[in-house]
């Protein structure tokens, strides 16, 4: 009863102010009222152990089918971007509610870009999850997946809020999209996962920003002892991959522009570092990676050969003995299978990703499919694992898309339902060629069909031109494209932000 | 002597890709060498404690005098940008390295700003910080204030990181301006601290904002009691006054355009309920406060009059024994001087604020003044508290910084030597009048000297127009004017921005 005494309370109090406009309270008091009356238990202490909650069953024949897409990264966001929606209901699980334009990740740990502006919300890549009543979106982890009662168990992210408990439910599918994606891989190096930063998610990229501009503040206390201002100041990346490359020339860059004028007193202590086994950008020809080694070193990237053996809270241990201080450690060594892919009791590529046939189906179970970095070609294919590159998650998710639409209008919508049908032409990659930035205006655009091809490759201002403009268009909203060129030009005129937020 | 090893790596490593250039590396493999060749104590574990460093020694007479600033709000930012750095070295002391632009903060929590249009770095406002050699800033929080030896104990800000542990250090001053700002009062209710958001800071807009987002597709879970997802989506805001009401108008606001398409499916269950004491923007006149207790219940916020006794984690409790179940709370009840504040033994205001004279010095003390919402007028000068403004804030930053720059010229900028000087005019606060916006184009300016004086008022659109261009203008950088703009254009155009970083 006591939301009577609130309301009359409310509706007194307005009247006091508004003659007019009465009518329209009641009503409201009312909704207001059914909605919080008779919540007596829902608001006691909660139990601490996961509620659980039905979560979606089975459609029915005469209902919509429903394709569940679990992750969305490159595969899966492509994949919901193409799917036709008069066919399929799309459910979208994840622990993010957007999509991570990846390649431009490196440039908003320096304030080049944004950290809003590389990520797309899943909404506005396939507006039918929040407007189709039989689509959605659930903030959760899949934590298991039965295939034979087609169902995928879920367990909702709550950032370990005390208000909140994580929920299970479960979902049943019509077709299953696994595209989990990989996790940067440690290779089992001890204190990789405690000290270094990788650089996979918006929440990476705001690390890096912050014990960033934390350690160019706190070197800057007087009385600090040059050793500990060197080692505050010494940026480490592992890994010369494009990624690691990439962060390397905007960290240069950012030094060089930004916090030389920005950071007076400390400009000559920062230094950038970048540890790599064998050559830095190995899947790019000669001509490229020797342009790239020249152009890092002189904008004062250190290039070290060397393979780390043991990484702690100041300090890395290299194979030979060495000790290399730090003060940020950036992680960039390439990917590898998730525990959960792990965990999965399905056929397994040779590298243990989720095995597919050509048509990235997951063999031996009915309407299930995975693409992107968390699949990978079943050893009878006789094809090669695709590397875990951006291009093929959009390729597959792209193919995948098509697939599923078509034989959605032959009549296989539905669970169980498109065994015998003929799946059409097989997934085919055909590799588009790389490219990796180097901060300053350059870039290197290599693109040869494989390592050994012959084929065009070139670097320099028009390649990052190029670059930029390519990716430019690939950021999916006309918001995000907006931003993007935004951003870039405020940097170029305004220089990086750099307020530690 | 293991880095030698490294650097021949390193240089055989260049070469190898680089035939020219080679020059350039031993100077620079010398400089690596010198930085880390010689520091093995620095990089053993790090010791428990604070560290202890000298920090910054009393000024020559033949030296540049040093101003110190506690604080980085409206009043501190103020007084740098005002302060002739021709005259005075500034090292500015703060937690964080900007300015919070704080009355467009509650803009951000529903996305209608970035986070990054609302904050200034603190190089930008006053760059001689970042380039005079004597000129610093240290993010640090103050622990202490000597006023006999003219010196300030700070102890570094480290977030909690593992690899840095705080650090301190004193700076001696000539000059020492305390502007600390004051904290949100919780008037001693239980539960507040724990469980309610305030809004003073960037770090908290951006805590709404993911809370908000999280409980709106929590709220999307199948199979959740409509109890619960009603206690999710319900929106509390405690405290009717200017922040309180704009945060409320912008969250309608943000349900009414964006929630009701981008989350369908749980659109009638959100809903905004507004707790205040007394009356809403109890400084404003009665006409504006019923326009804009009629403009808030159209937009659909709930005007609830009570006085909160206890807050739980999903509930709050009114003194009436009402129960308010809750998903996401706001506390903006006004705020009171911070325990720091209480703790130095100086003169106080009657309302426990460092207490100032006329010319906001700090009585029986040289060299000391507090400006902004720490200090108040001491009882002798018979003046009334300001109200805890940006406007008065920024009025006496201002009014300081001409102080300071004249009694500099009439040779009185090193310690102890301004003794007798005249100190001119003492500060008068004149009332520039009341802003508030109501969301949806609608705002509410009071411009009378003072609640009961005379003079124009008057709200809606042109209101809302002047109240966006006022602070448009007064937002400092060009660059955060171009993004205030183009994030205001966007959300006109595309809608908010919904993706949950």
């Known amino acids: 009863m006591s939301w009577f005494r609130n309301l009359t309370k409310v509706s007194s109090f307005q009247l006091s102010n508004r003659p007019r406009n009465q009518n329209s309270f009641p009503f409201s008091s009312f ?11 829902a608001h006691q202490n909660p139990p601490r152990d996961p509620i659980q909650y039905s979560g979606l069953g089975p459609t029915k024949p005469d209902e919509k089918p429903r394709v569940v897409v679990v992750g969305s990264g490159w595969a899966g966001c492509r994949l919901m971007k193409g799917l036709d929606t008069k066919i399929y209901d799309i459910v979208c699980v994840s622990p993010r509610n957007h999509m991570v334009f990846t390649p431009l990740l490196a440039s908003t740990c320096v304030g080049t870009l944004e950290f809003r502006s590389v990520a797309e919300p899943i909404g506005r890549i396939q507006p039918a999850i929040s407007k189709e009543p039989g689509s959605y979106f659930f903030l959760a982890n899949c934590t298991g997946i ?3 009662k087609h169902v995928v168990n879920c367990e909702t992210v709550t950032d370990g809020l005390d208000s909140v408990d994580p929920w299970r439910f479960s979902i049943s599918y019509d077709k299953l999209v696994v595209a989990l994606g990989a996790q940067a891989s440690t290779f089992g190096i001890h204190g990789v996962k405690e000290h270094a930063i990788f ?5 990476h990229a705001q690390e890096v920003r912050r014990k960033l501009l934390l350690n160019l503040m706190l070197s800057d206390i007087p009385g600090i002892t040059e050793e500990e201002k060197c080692r505050l100041l010494h940026c480490v990346v592992v890994g010369g991959g494009p990624t690691g490359v990439e962060f390397s020339g905007e960290l240069s860059d950012f030094i060089m522009r930004d916090v030389r004028q920005r950071y007076a007193h400390v400009k000559d202590y920062i230094h950038v570092t970048l540890i790599e086994a064998n050559e830095i950008l190995s899947s790019f020809d000669d001509r490229l990676r020797q342009y790239a080694t020249k152009q890092l070193t002189k904008s004062g990237v250190r290039l070290v050969r060397g393979i780390v053996k043991d990484v702690e809270a100041q300090k890395i241990l290299l194979n030979d003995g060495t000790e290399v201080p730090y003060g940020l450690l950036v992680w960039s060594t390439g990917v590898g299978p998730s525990p959960f892919v792990h965990s999965l009791e399905l056929p397994k590529s040779p590298g243990g990703r989720i095995g597919v046939d050509e048509w990235l189906r997951v063999p031996s179970v009915e309407d299930m499919f995975a693409i992107g970095d968390c699949s990978g070609f079943i050893e009878s294919t006789g094809k090669p694992e ?12 792209k193919y995948l898309a098509n697939l599923l639409n078509r034989i959605g209008k032959a009549g296989g919508r539905h669970a169980n339902s498109s065994k015998d049908m003929a799946f059409g032409d097989p997934f085919v990659y055909k590799h588009l060629g790389s490219m990796a930035t180097l901060g300053r205006y350059k870039a290197l655009v290599d693109l040869r069909q494989s390592k050994d091809a012959k084929g065009f490759s070139f670097a320099g201002f028009i390649s990052w031109f190029i670059w930029r403009s390519a990716y430019l268009t690939r950021v999916i909203s006309w918001r995000n494209r907006l931003y993007v060129a ?9 220089g990086r932000d750099i307020s530690r937020i």
Chains 1, 2 share one sequence.
């Open 31 to 41: 909704t207001f009222l059914s909605h919080f009356s008779t919540d007596q238990q």
């Open 146 to 148: 039965d295939t034979d």
């Open 199 to 203: 650089l996979r998610e918006v929440h």
């Open 386 to 397: 695709l590397p875990a590159l951006a291009q093929v998650a959009e390729r597959q998710g």
């Open 486 to 494: 935004i951003n870039w030009a405020t940097t170029f005129l305004f």
